[in-house]
């Protein structure tokens, strides 16, 4: 191939990965007006993120409880502040900068990762990789007849797109972790390169920890027993292997008794350090540039750390409710092994051609697939250890970093020589890649027919029109309609709403306001209920069927407003 065809192929390549990541992440609201509206897929958690933007956008770094803005919320925010300061800077809505910004993030991400895996191969196509990697089924419409495997409760497992298609900050945080290890592996696979893409990782794993705290633990769990295993297998030392694995087993035995004590964090920051006695003679020949590393990676995570230590130590109770167990959310092994077949076949065939590799590769990234199986295996079972934060949101999220990284190194496993059973293991991977793309076409049917929730419509305008009746000195709540979820009215107005995600953040009057959002949602007719939940107005929807409406003195309405469907009401409760 000629120089001038060969860069246009790799050109094309770039913009073939850009064109699929569209149509993977944008293509099943592509016949929606997505511009002017909100993902209705999974929206509940999303919406409460969003306020975090909302609030960001009108006092940028908000750290109260997002919907109500009472209270104080630990969850990193990062991301979503960002989208609250260029919403603020630029006048543009929070939903559009959602999907632009997040879809522009992944987009990007895929475009490194391309890039790296052009640079290990030198193959035009390698670009291309990354991004069929976000189509990556699970078997699901094969062995349970839908696109994906359901578990306990509501724990799942689907592809990569089912869990980067909200665009939220795990979606962010997943591909910047990817593009961390990678640039890792990028390191390792070509020496020649100074230790500046290390420093970069480092900053960039730090990083995630004010993004995304899943996505942090992940990646960091995922680069430290990266870092035990190769240790281990490129300075072998009998003694050393031995205490490293009694270590490891003594904490994860005995985790229950020292979360029990300590709580689950700095169970996990034990279980961290348990891998420098496995890297200590790495760390020792390179004191410096580890010390480096760690140092950058402590300062990049400390705002969200620190702040959430803190909070542990004052006793907030919030974070004591999210240190306690999550039940029923493990991951029943044998199944994720079952849904993961696709992407253990496109590995089986790395290994089979790492025989041909030099030997130091071939402890490079026989290393690394054996420490995505580890610590796919120890995080998805952490119910078991006490660590007891959603097992099932682990195997997800290793699983999207695996399948992004083996996009990579199956590249630079296309440039060894080829023999007959790894060309077999390739092949029978691809057919089954392609058969589980029917989950793909399953999630894309599901996600079109869930849309886009309006935002700018005729009603959205009519409750714009309202909330300008409320005076801008008034901090008290306003109580949505049965009718219309109160976080797409935050979104809409940016006004304190009477709701809250529990799993979240907690405001300062949370049962009062737990009172109104109960199935009956009996207290939120009387003028009692509505004054203890600090609620000072009310809408209510003619089009709703037995929505609010009031009689008694202490409740009044006070502007209407019509919209294609209906005329809203709102409605002041007497302080």
Known sequence: MGKIARRAALAASFIAAQALTLFALLGPVSNSDWTRGFRAYFNNDQLSYAAIAVNSSGQFASTTEPLTGTGVSFYPSFWYHFLGLISSVTGASVEFLWQVAGLSAIGLAIAILGAIAMSLSRLWFAPLLPALALFTGTLSMVTHDYWFTSLSVHAVIWGPFGSLFTLNAESIGLMAGSVAIALILWHLLRPAHKNHLLLISAAMIGLLANVQTYSFLSTISLVAVFILVLSLTIRPSRPRTAITILAVALVLALGNVITAVVGPLPLFGLLLVTSAIAAYPLIRSNLKTALALIALTTIAASPQIIRTLLGIVSGDEFLSYRQESTQDLGVPLATAALTAIPLILFVIYILLVTRNMPVSKKHLINSFFASVA??????????????????????????????????????????????????????????????????????????????????????????????????????????????????????????????????????????????????????????????????????????????????????????????????????????
């Open 374 to 575: 580890i610590g796919a295996v120890i995080m998805s079972t952490n119910d078991l250890w006490g660590f007891n934060q959603e097992p099932y949101r682990f195997w997800l999220q290793y699983s999207i970093i695996a399948a992004l990284l083996t996009s990579v190194l199956l590249a630079y496993a296309f440039t060894f020589k080829q023999t007959r059973i790894a060309i077999g293991a390739l092949t029978l991977a691809t057919v089954l890649w392609l058969v589980a793309l029917t989950d793909f076409a399953g999630f894309f049917t599901y996600a079109r027919e869930q849309g886009i929730i309006p935002t700018q419509d005729s009603k959205a305008q009519s409750l714009l029109q309202l909330y300008e009746e409320i005076p801008t000195e008034s901090t008290r709540l306003i109580l949505s309609s049965q009718c219309t979820d109160a976080q797409l009215l935050k979104l809409i107005t940016g006004a304190p709403v009477a709701t809250f995600n529990y799993g979240l953040a907690w405001p300062t009057n949370r049962e009062e306001i737990r009172n109104l959002t109960q199935a009956d949602r009996m207290t939120g007719t009387s003028v009692i209920g509505l004054q203890a939940a600090h609620v000072g107005y009310v809408i209510s929807d003619s089009n709703c069927e037995n929505d609010w409406n009031y009689s008694e003195a202490g409740i009044n309405p006070i502007a209407v407003a019509p919209y294609d469907a209906g005329v809203l009401t709102l409605w002041r409760v007497a302080e």
